[in-house]
């Protein structure tokens, strides 16, 4: 049978009102009753009702994260940022993965709201109208992590991707590289393919390079879309000297890719990208890479989350973070 807090009272000799107290960490309880009731807790193997609780004090302190794809390593980085935040706080995590898909990350939203979330972090995702329609309804707190919409209406910490793509390809640049070409994320992601499309246009621009369309390929973030899109660079009559990638795993899928084709890197083309996961340090040769501090992002988003859940003063409720350029191995000069 279930142990219920009127069990746990009469085996401590105490009032239900003193064991609510107790659970509830009130202050205002001697320390020999604490004692004597978290004895009962453990004898009888009473667990609180977090439903019930979540009721009478309208706080359930939980924290509902939506996150594009589980399976990339950026995410999961990030997300242990936001679990170490939250349990800091004494908050529990609800995490949901969106396969990248709009509909369902509308829906995985809706679901976390109906479920009395005390706030709510939208992690990595592009930011359409109908997002923000569904967070403007919501009661609770919203930060995007890894992520920002266009006008600045919800509260989100990242990183500034055209500058962290600006600096990628001006490190080709300064390796002597001038046929660069680059495997881009969706251009119907502003915060973070199109932002990264731009770095590397004002870069060449900056060189006085000029933009070619033909030494661009779309992918979807993800290590086959490398692949492919190199073997398009790798059979053009004129081949660029150097490649960026807008994700270390599109950049390893080019490495393999022009190792598949008894090519070397550095020797035959330098490889540069954006994230540094820990795949950038353990293919080979390592990647240079322009790293984002993915363990931070979800810390501070998390953080920023709590004082917003605590009706703290924030002074700032858009924040960028550093990053920093990684120079390994796959990048030499011509």
Do not use: W
Not at 67 to 72: L, Y
Not at 122 to 147: D, N, R
Not at 213 to 223: A, H, K, Q, S
């Amino acid at each position: 049978m279930t142990v219920t807090i009127y069990d746990v009272a009469r085996e401590a000799g105490v009032s239900m009102a003193t064991v609510s107290r107790v659970v509830n960490n009130n202050p205002n309880v001697k320390p020999q009753t604490r004692k004597k009731v978290y004895e009962a807790i453990e004898r009888l193997g009473y667990r609180p009702n977090a439903v019930a609780r979540g009721l009478a004090s309208k706080k359930t302190t939980t924290v509902g994260v939506v996150i594009p794809d589980i399976s990339n390593s950026i995410f999961a980085e990030i997300a242990r940022g936001i679990e170490d935040i939250a349990n800091m706080y004494h908050y529990n995590i609800i995490l949901c993965n969106a396969d990248k898909k709009k509909e369902k990350e509308i829906r995985v939203i809706n679901t976390l709201l109906e479920k009395q979330v005390d706030g709510l972090l939208f992690m990595g995702g592009t930011v359409t109208e109908e997002h923000i329609q569904a967070f403007q309804t919501s009661a609770v707190p919203i930060v995007l992590c890894a992520t920002s919409d266009e006008n600045g209406l919800i509260p989100s910490v990242d990183i500034d991707h055209e500058a962290a793509a600006f600096d990628a390809v001006s490190t080709l640049i300064r390796h002597g590289h001038r046929e660069i070409a680059m495997i881009s994320g969706t251009l119907q992601d502003p915060a973070n393919g199109f932002a990264r499309f731009q770095g590397y246009k004002k870069a060449l621009e900056k060189a006085g390079i000029q933009y070619q369309e033909d030494l661009v390929r779309i992918g979807n973030y993800r290590y086959e879309s490398g692949v492919e899109a190199m073997k398009y660079f790798i059979g053009l009559k004129k081949r660029p000297t150097a490649i960026f990638a807008a994700t270390d795993e599109m950049a390893i899928g080019a490495i393999h890719s022009i190792q598949d084709e008894g090519l070397k890197v550095p020797d035959d083309f330098s490889i540069i990208s954006v994230d540094n996961t820990r795949m950038a340090s353990m293919v080979r040769p390592q990647l240079t890479t322009v790293a984002q501090p993915m363990y931070d992002l979800g810390a501070v988003a998390m953080r920023l989350l709590t004082k917003l859940m605590k009706k703290e003063n924030v002074e700032n409720t858009r924040v960028i973070l550093p990053h920093e350029t990684i120079l390994r191995l796959s990048v030499s000069h011509l």
